[in-house]
């Protein structure tokens, strides 16, 4: 059965199948198979793929399979959930990068924010210098 939900707010996020959706996000069309990705590591809970425009020898995306719109909207509906993608992370990191990695989570357009589904930047692979203008 399909009923409309709307967590953190965002009136247009559907539960579908047991999954919570958004129509024309990009990031729940590659957890649903709709569109390819590579991934690299995933659970019941979340998904970890190569992003496609990598900027360091590690950049990998964690995202939650359900749809929230940012960090701060996950922390607010699904406190666990936000631990089980830092933790996934934390997965990649340890197979890829030594276990020390930098996730970043672009919050908003102004801060470089293009894909309203929550995800984090598994950034490592290399010593990083600390840049974020
Ligand atoms: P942000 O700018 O923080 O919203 O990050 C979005 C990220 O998604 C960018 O680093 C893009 O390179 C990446 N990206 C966009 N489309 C895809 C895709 N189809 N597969 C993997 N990564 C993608």
């Known amino acids: ?16 199948a047991g999954r919570l959706t958004a129509p024309d996000c990009l990031f729940c069309r590659i957890v649903a198979g709709e569109v390819p990705a590579t991934v690299v590591a995933e659970n019941e809970a979340a998904l970890a793929f190569r992003d496609l425009d990598p900027r360091a020898p590690v950049h990998v995306l964690v995202v939650p399979r359900d749809h929230h719109a940012d960090v701060v909207q996950l922390a607010a509906a699904d406190p666990a959930l936000l631990a089980a993608v830092v933790l996934l992370g934390d997965e990649v990191a340890e197979q890829e ?24 930047h598994v950034i490592g692979g290399t010593r990083l210098g600390w840049s974020p203008a």
């Open 97 to 120: 990068s030594g276990g020390q990695f930098r996730l970043v989570f672009n919050t908003g357009s102004e801060a470089g924010q293009s894909v309203f589904h929550v995800h984090g």
């Open 1 to 16: 059965m399909t009923s409309t939900t709307s967590p953190g707010g965002d009136g247009s996020t559907r539960r579908e």
